[in-house]
Protein backbone atom coordinates (compact mmCIF):
# COMPACT_ATOMS: atom_id res chain seq x y z
CA UNK A 1 0.00 0.00 0.00
CA UNK A 2 2.98 2.02 0.69
CA UNK A 3 4.75 2.28 -2.57
CA UNK A 4 1.44 2.91 -4.51
CA UNK A 5 0.94 5.72 -2.39
CA UNK A 6 4.15 6.47 -2.89
CA UNK A 7 4.14 5.97 -6.32
CA UNK A 8 1.43 8.60 -6.92
CA UNK A 9 2.47 10.92 -4.92
CA UNK A 10 5.74 10.84 -7.29
CA UNK A 11 3.78 10.93 -10.54
CA UNK A 12 1.19 13.49 -9.43
CA UNK A 13 3.46 15.74 -7.86
CA UNK A 14 5.98 15.89 -10.92
CA UNK A 15 3.09 16.07 -13.20
CA UNK A 16 2.06 19.07 -12.03
CA UNK A 17 5.21 20.80 -10.96
CA UNK A 18 6.51 19.79 -14.53
CA UNK A 19 2.99 21.70 -16.05
CA UNK A 20 4.02 24.99 -14.09
CA UNK A 21 1.61 24.41 -11.23
CA UNK A 22 3.21 26.38 -8.47
CA UNK A 23 4.41 23.99 -5.39
CA UNK A 24 2.56 24.78 -2.94
CA UNK A 25 -0.75 24.42 -4.53
CA UNK A 26 0.53 21.05 -6.23
CA UNK A 27 0.84 19.66 -2.66
CA UNK A 28 -2.58 20.65 -1.61
CA UNK A 29 -3.85 18.82 -5.10
CA UNK A 30 -1.30 16.06 -4.46
CA UNK A 31 -2.88 15.39 -0.77
CA UNK A 32 -6.08 14.82 -2.34
CA UNK A 33 -4.67 12.26 -4.75
CA UNK A 34 -2.61 9.97 -2.52
CA UNK A 35 -4.85 7.50 -1.50
CA UNK A 36 -3.64 7.39 2.02
CA UNK A 37 -4.89 9.59 5.01
CA UNK A 38 -1.48 9.26 6.33
CA UNK A 39 0.50 10.48 3.42
CA UNK A 40 -2.52 13.30 2.73
CA UNK A 41 -1.88 14.49 6.41
CA UNK A 42 1.29 14.49 6.11
CA UNK A 43 1.67 16.33 2.37
CA UNK A 44 -0.64 18.93 4.01
CA UNK A 45 2.05 19.47 6.95
CA UNK A 46 4.56 19.96 3.95
CA UNK A 47 2.66 22.68 2.38
CA UNK A 48 2.32 24.13 5.73
CA UNK A 49 6.70 24.10 6.23
CA UNK A 50 7.17 25.33 3.34
CA UNK A 51 4.95 28.06 3.18
CA UNK A 52 6.66 28.93 5.90
CA UNK A 53 9.90 29.41 3.93
CA UNK A 54 10.87 25.66 4.43
CA UNK A 55 12.86 23.96 1.46
CA UNK A 56 11.05 20.61 -0.27
CA UNK A 57 13.88 18.64 1.07
CA UNK A 58 14.00 20.24 4.71
CA UNK A 59 10.29 20.10 5.03
CA UNK A 60 10.00 16.07 3.67
CA UNK A 61 12.78 14.99 5.72
CA UNK A 62 10.24 16.27 9.10
CA UNK A 63 7.90 13.76 7.87
CA UNK A 64 8.93 10.24 9.08
CA UNK A 65 6.29 8.71 7.08
CA UNK A 66 8.56 9.18 3.85
CA UNK A 67 11.45 7.37 3.24
CA UNK A 68 14.84 8.66 3.49
CA UNK A 69 15.61 7.98 -0.55
CA UNK A 70 12.77 10.45 -1.41
CA UNK A 71 13.66 13.13 0.99
CA UNK A 72 17.09 13.13 -0.42
CA UNK A 73 16.15 13.32 -4.09
CA UNK A 74 14.45 15.66 -3.42
CA UNK A 75 16.38 18.07 -1.84
CA UNK A 76 19.38 17.34 -4.34
CA UNK A 77 16.74 17.75 -7.24
CA UNK A 78 15.55 21.10 -5.60
CA UNK A 79 18.67 22.71 -5.30
CA UNK A 80 19.91 21.27 -9.13
CA UNK A 81 16.19 22.92 -10.06
CA UNK A 82 14.93 19.49 -11.35
CA UNK A 83 12.00 18.09 -9.39
CA UNK A 84 9.61 17.54 -11.40
CA UNK A 85 12.41 14.79 -13.28
CA UNK A 86 13.59 13.44 -9.91
CA UNK A 87 9.75 12.79 -9.05
CA UNK A 88 9.18 10.98 -12.50
CA UNK A 89 12.43 8.63 -11.99
CA UNK A 90 10.89 8.09 -8.53
CA UNK A 91 7.81 7.11 -9.88
CA UNK A 92 8.83 4.96 -12.47
CA UNK A 93 11.35 3.56 -9.74
CA UNK A 94 8.06 2.68 -7.34
CA UNK A 95 5.71 1.44 -10.43
CA UNK A 96 8.58 -1.46 -11.10
CA UNK A 97 8.36 -2.34 -7.57
CA UNK A 98 5.05 -2.52 -7.39
CA UNK A 99 4.88 -4.41 -10.53
CA UNK A 100 7.67 -7.27 -9.04
CA UNK A 101 5.70 -7.44 -5.75
CA UNK A 102 2.41 -8.48 -7.81
CA UNK A 103 4.68 -10.91 -9.62
CA UNK A 104 5.86 -12.34 -6.70
CA UNK A 105 2.50 -12.62 -5.10
CA UNK A 106 0.76 -13.87 -8.34
CA UNK A 107 3.49 -16.51 -8.47
CA UNK A 108 2.73 -17.93 -4.89
CA UNK A 109 -0.74 -17.47 -5.34
CA UNK A 110 -0.58 -19.40 -8.62
CA UNK A 111 0.31 -22.65 -7.15
CA UNK A 112 -2.84 -22.83 -4.65
CA UNK A 113 -5.26 -22.09 -7.77
CA UNK A 114 -3.92 -25.27 -9.67
CA UNK A 115 -4.39 -27.37 -6.21
CA UNK A 116 -7.83 -25.65 -6.12
CA UNK A 117 -8.99 -26.11 -9.49
CA UNK A 118 -7.80 -29.79 -9.63
CA UNK A 119 -9.82 -30.46 -6.31
CA UNK A 120 -12.74 -28.70 -7.90
CA UNK A 121 -12.48 -31.34 -11.03
CA UNK A 122 -11.95 -34.04 -9.26
CA UNK A 123 -14.80 -33.42 -7.73
CA UNK A 124 -17.08 -32.82 -10.47
CA UNK A 125 -15.61 -35.97 -11.94
CA UNK A 126 -16.61 -38.19 -9.27
CA UNK A 127 -19.52 -36.83 -8.81
CA UNK A 128 -20.29 -37.77 -12.62
CA UNK A 129 -18.22 -41.32 -12.17
CA UNK A 130 -19.95 -42.43 -9.20
CA UNK A 131 -23.77 -42.73 -10.13
CA UNK A 132 -22.53 -44.62 -13.30
CA UNK A 133 -20.53 -47.06 -11.17
CA UNK A 134 -23.54 -47.58 -8.90
CA UNK A 135 -26.01 -47.79 -12.14
CA UNK A 136 -23.00 -50.83 -13.65
CA UNK A 137 -22.48 -52.30 -10.51
CA UNK A 138 -26.34 -52.98 -9.74
CA UNK A 139 -26.78 -55.02 -12.64
CA UNK A 140 -23.85 -57.43 -12.09
CA UNK A 141 -25.09 -57.65 -8.51
CA UNK A 142 -27.59 -60.53 -8.50
CA UNK A 143 -26.82 -62.14 -11.45
CA UNK A 144 -29.84 -60.71 -13.57
CA UNK A 145 -28.07 -59.31 -16.39
CA UNK A 146 -30.15 -57.34 -19.03
CA UNK A 147 -32.80 -59.59 -18.89
CA UNK A 148 -35.22 -58.45 -15.74
CA UNK A 149 -34.81 -54.44 -17.52
CA UNK A 150 -37.73 -52.97 -19.35
CA UNK A 151 -36.84 -50.81 -22.62
Not at 23 to 30: G, N
Not at 86 to 96: G, V
Amino acid sequence: MNMMALQRLASTLGSLIRSGMPLLEAIKITADTVGSTEYQAALLNINKNIGRGMTVGEAFKQEKIFPAVLSNLLSIGEKAGHISEILTTLSEFYEKEIEAQLKTLVSLIEPLIIVFMGLVIGGIAVSVIMPMYQVIGGFGGEGEGMEGMEF
